[in-house]
């Protein structure tokens, strides 16, 4: 489906809104609970935490926005160099609006100014107290790192440690992500000594975590659709012309009837699917619509197909079948129109 100028313009304004939302409420979390209260939930301000640990009192000023702004841009220049140009350019509004965010609130003083300083102090004994700056902390982060990703962004930092390793060592981001995240908790548990702490660090990440599958994953998940509908040509349209998508038309007939009709079975995401149902009820309010959620889904227009060199090795070793990389998978793609990609 090609867009319109106006339309490309919109959604770039749009998920350049959602980047810089997403960057802001991540700082947010930092500043008023995360870093104050020495959290270490995984991600770069666990550095700026554990880092501030030992050097703080010893300079006098906290350095924790400094350390961030450092790793963020270190990180970014890593993913320059193994993930190419394109990724980089593709992070680099989050690689700076997260750690310019992050100092302008700590700097500002947020956290004494909107009174949880005095409320943190007050309950300094109180393991809830942790709990919540722990809860609160990993829930805003998550709804954060959810829109930059909805926005087709990233807030850098750790994720492109993810990336990498999900290149070059074919293990998923989130996997990735969660042995980090663990890394990070165990250091500080060996760093502070704290089980308070500790234990507050896995709460937040599992709150960031559960944000990020409810806001971004959930949204994100792919199913399959089934349409019978007297408005075939309308509903399989919509489908490939307005949410971008190949169809598959299935000829069938009615059990009850014996009538002949054409099934329309389509992959999509979630939320288009929510689209497709809303469209299906204003032009053919008869037609029977099915949707079954899918475990994953690879290939054209959703997550692409990714080998490794290790991997490709480990098929020769199993099933002593060689397998050469394609340098352009797509190629036998071009010149094809939609009606025979589909077919």
């Known amino acids: 489906m090609k867009k319109t100028k106006r339309e490309r313009i919109q959604r770039e304004i749009k998920d350049l809104f959602l980047v810089l ?35 703080q009192d010893r300079l006098g000023f906290d350095l924790s926005d400094i350390v961030v702004a450092a790793v963020q841009i270190l990180l970014w220049v890593l993913g320059l160099f193994f993930l190419g140009k394109k990724f980089s ?36 004994d109180s ?61 500080s548990l060996f760093c502070m000594r704290d089980w308070g702490l500790t234990m507050s660090g896995i709460l937040s990440s599992l709150a960031c975590a559960i944000a990020v599958r409810l806001l971004y994953v959930k949204a994100n998940d792919s199913v399959v659709c089934h349409v019978i509908t007297e408005q075939f040509e309308l509903v399989n349209g919509f489908i490939q012309n307005r949410l971008g998508h190949g169809t598959t038309v299935i000829e069938g007939s009615s059990g009850r009837s014996g009538k002949e009709r054409k099934i329309v079975r389509a992959v999509m ?34 997550s692409p197909w990714r080998s490794s060199a290790w991997n490709r090795k480990r098929l020769l070793r199993k099933y002593g079948v060689e397998i050469k990389e394609r340098k352009n998978p797509d190629a036998e793609f071009e010149g094809l129109d939609q009606n025979q990609l589909n077919s």
């Open 89 to 124: 350019a593709h992070t680099l509004l989050g690689t700076l609006a997260f750690p310019a965010f992050y100092s302008l609130l700590l700097r500002t003083n947020v956290y004494e100014a909107w009174g949880l300083k005095a409320f943190f102090e007050a309950h300094s």
């Open 269 to 302: 995401y979630r939320d288009e699917a929510d689209d497709l149902k809303s469209y299906i009820a204003m032009v053919d309010p008869d037609a029977f619509f099915t949707i079954a959620a899918l475990d994953e889904t690879t290939g054209r227009g959703f």
């Open 21 to 55: 939302s997403g960057c802001f409420l991540l700082a947010l979390s930092d500043a008023l609970f995360i870093i104050p209260n020495h959290i270490v939930n995984g991600g770069v301000d666990s550095i700026g935490v554990l880092i501030n640990f030992y050097f």
């Open 127 to 187: 393991v809830g107290s942790l709990a919540l700056a722990g809860l609160f902390g990993g829930g805003i982060a998550g709804i954060g790192v959810a829109l930059t990703y909805l926005g087709d962004g990233s807030t850098g930092g750790t994720d492109i440690l993810c990336f990498i390793i999900e290149k070059y060592a074919r293990v998923t981001q989130d996997l990735s992500g969660m042995a980090l995240d663990a890394i990070f908790i165990l250091t």
